[in-house]
Nanobody, 120 residues
């Protein structure tokens, strides 16, 4: 079945960088656009970035545009999120999944996420 294993989070100072990874399995990874999401306790999950199945096109939330970069390696079934110039408001648990509610429902799975804390 579908699984996502997110990693790479941690504690970083404002202005710092982190690179998140999400290893996917259980489906034909190269056929699906993928997204990164983040969630703060008490708030709804927020879409952060999306990449098409081939990696040829990307899209970002306004709050991270110019600071975050999404990429993928279809040979490794892995999607990445390079986060630069981090701000305290980027603190959240980060998850990867499909790019639409229909795909997310079809996958039927959320990983454990990876915690990012931006603090001095």
């Amino acid at each position: 079945q579908v699984q996502f294993v997110e990693s790479g989070g941690g504690l970083v100072q404002p202005g710092g960088s982190l690179r998140l990874s999400c290893a996917a399995s259980g489906f034909t990874f190269s056929s699906y656009a993928m997204s990164w999401y983040r969630q703060v306790p008490g708030k709804e999950r927020e879409l952060v970035a999306t990449i098409t199945s081939t990696g040829g096109s990307t899209d970002y939330a306004d709050s991270v545009k110019g600071r975050f970069t999404i990429s993928r390696d279809n040979a490794k079934s892995t999607v990445y999120l390079q986060m630069n110039s981090l701000k305290p408001e980027d603190t959240a648990v980060y998850y990867c999944n499909g790019d639409s509610p229909w795909v997310i429902d079809r996958f039927g799975y959320w990983g454990q996420g990876t915690q990012v804390i931006v603090s001095s």
